[in-house]
């Protein structure tokens, strides 16, 4: 397990309209932990493990209106009708914006944690 910091870094504007340059960056992690978090052990029983699935995005401080990240990669356990995405958590970070496409596809997205975070250069 990582014990540092991801950084997803949005692209920076190079001209002189919102979308001459840059785009989202993006960290996508698929973890596998142990299913008791307060379990310390090194046992690698896989039926005593869960999956944890992160999106983190950051918009580089661009107007989110023209640079949104477009989440379609549809689940494995999937089938051609129906595309279901399950994120533990979303971080979308200096204006980052989610996106699902028009595809004419059915798709549903379940997102149980999203954490909104905007830094500002002094």
């Not at 190079?14 to 142990?34: F, K, M, R, W």
């Not at 595309?83 to 549903?108: C, I, K, M, S, Y």
Request: charged fraction near 20%; aromatic fraction near 8%.
């Amino acid at each position: 397990m990582l014990q540092g910091k991801y950084d997803a870094r949005g692209g920076y504007l190079q001209g002189t309209c919102d979308t001459c340059n840059g785009a989202p960056g993006s960290v996508y992690l698929h973890e596998i932990v142990p299913a008791d978090s307060t379990d310390t052990s090194d046992d690698t029983d896989e039926s005593a493990t869960k999956t944890i699935e992160i999106l983190i995005l950051d918009g580089g401080g661009r107007p989110w209106t023209n640079n949104y990240y477009v989440l379609d990669e549809g689940d494995e356990n999937t089938t051609i009708s129906l595309h279901f995405t399950d994120l533990q958590e979303v971080q979308l970070n200096n204006g980052a914006a989610l996106q699902l496409p028009d595809d004419g596809l059915e798709r549903q997205l379940k997102i149980t944690r999203c954490l909104i975070f905007y830094s500002i250069s002094c």
